[in-house]
């Protein structure tokens, strides 16, 4: 039971706010990743950048740099351990530790059961499922050594409700709720914080996987009708993580007002 003893019986500094932080972000090269960079140097944060299409990152790092904040891109594809394992060691031999390590990256490819879409079914496991994991598996070791860190991973209202046509999606984003939940239980001694956050109909190139036309266009219908800006998903990581080390704030759920699922 002394792994479960109360956090107040040790040795831990508490810290505060964004600022100052070291925020490693993957899936960070446009949509729900790009905003909350932006958002989060803005606020004094220093961001490390994780995604395929390097130009982006570097790009987006490059102007953060122009504007006196604190960036640093690193090509990450989140299906390769090796990878991902990089991405956080380079933060921490660039700026010391490693605060916040949010798994962002993940595909959408929407089709029902019976078109067998095997290949995006596997795709959609290694990457919205195991890039998760191997993010947590990079950061794990430096915030054990640390005590304190806070990892945030990605859901979706989809894993919290099953559409027709969303059911493998559905349940990697049900998987990532079930993993965070696990994980914050087994994470008590160590200080580690963590956050699921599940958006709604967002703003994002989420749409632009999806490779059944007729599918593709009707999702985007709707979603052009009622979807909500990327800096919607920015502001409630910073919400969490601006909360002081004692406060864990361990699950958002967002939508548009307007979206009845």
Not at 9 to 16: P, Q
Not at 18 to 29: D, W
Request: net charge neutral; with cysteine.
């Amino acid at each position: 039971m002394n792994r479960l003893r109360p956090l107040a019986n040790r040795e831990i500094t508490m810290r505060h706010g964004i600022e100052n932080k070291i925020v490693v972000i993957t899936g960070a090269s446009s949509g729900l990743g790009e905003a909350t960079a932006r958002h989060l140097a803005e606020r004094g944060a220093s961001v490390v950048l994780g995604a395929r299409r390097t130009s982006r990152i570097e790009s987006l790092a490059e102007e953060l740099r122009s504007k006196g904040l604190k960036a640093k891109a690193v090509q990450t594809d989140v299906t390769d351990p090796h990878q991902v394992k990089t991405l956080v060691d380079t933060a921490v031999e660039e700026f010391g530790r490693i605060d916040v390590m949010l798994n962002n990256a993940g595909l959408m490819p929407l089709a029902p059961l019976e078109r067998l879409k095997l290949d995006e079914w596997d795709r959609m496991i290694d990457v919205n499922i195991k890039g998760v994991l191997y993010g947590v598996a990079a950061a794990l070791p430096h915030m054990r050594a640390q005590k304190s860190g806070h990892i945030i991973n990605v859901s979706s209202v989809y894993g919290h409700v099953v559409d027709p046509g969303a059911t493998v999606y559905c349940a990697t984003k049900f998987a990532v709720r079930a993993l965070s939940e696990g994980l914050r239980k087994e994470m008590k001694p160590y200080n580690i914080r963590t956050t699921i956050i599940s958006p709604g109909a967002v703003r994002t190139e989420l749409l632009e996987h999806i490779s059944e036309k007729d599918i593709q266009a009707g999702t985007q219908e709707f979603v052009s009708k009622i979807a909500i800006g990327a800096d919607t998903f920015a502001r409630t990581v910073a919400f969490a993580v601006n909360e002081p080390d004692d406060v864990d704030i361990n699950e958002i759920l967002f939508r548009p007002t307007a979206q009845p699922v």
